[in-house]
């Protein structure tokens, strides 16, 4: 099994983990009613996804 000769150091461990942070989510706006939602979903306030009523929304 390999051992490391030296320990990494905190610069080091840290460069290699610079791509762990959490990204924010992107939002989109509905094209039907223009509430923000998230991409490639279906629409919660109107219930529309890709121009065509999916859910049946209650008035």
Same mark, same amino acid.
């Given at each position: #099994?390999?051992?490391? =000769? =030296?320990k990494?150091?905190k610069a =080091?461990?840290n #460069?290699?983990?610079?791509?762990?942070a959490? =990204?924010?989510?992107?939002?989109?706006? !509905?094209?039907? !009613?223009?509430?923000?939602k998230?991409?490639?979903?279906? !629409?919660?306030? !109107?219930?529309?996804y890709?121009?065509k $009523?999916?859910i049946? $929304?209650?008035?």
């Amino acid at each position: #099994m390999a051992v490391p =000769k =030296k320990k990494t150091s905190k610069a =080091k461990k840290n #460069m290699r983990r610079s791509h762990h942070a959490i =990204k924010a989510s992107s939002l989109s706006t !509905c094209d039907h !009613c223009g509430a923000p939602k998230r991409p490639h979903r279906v !629409c919660l306030e !109107c219930g529309s996804y890709n121009g065509k $009523q999916v859910i049946a $929304q209650a008035e």
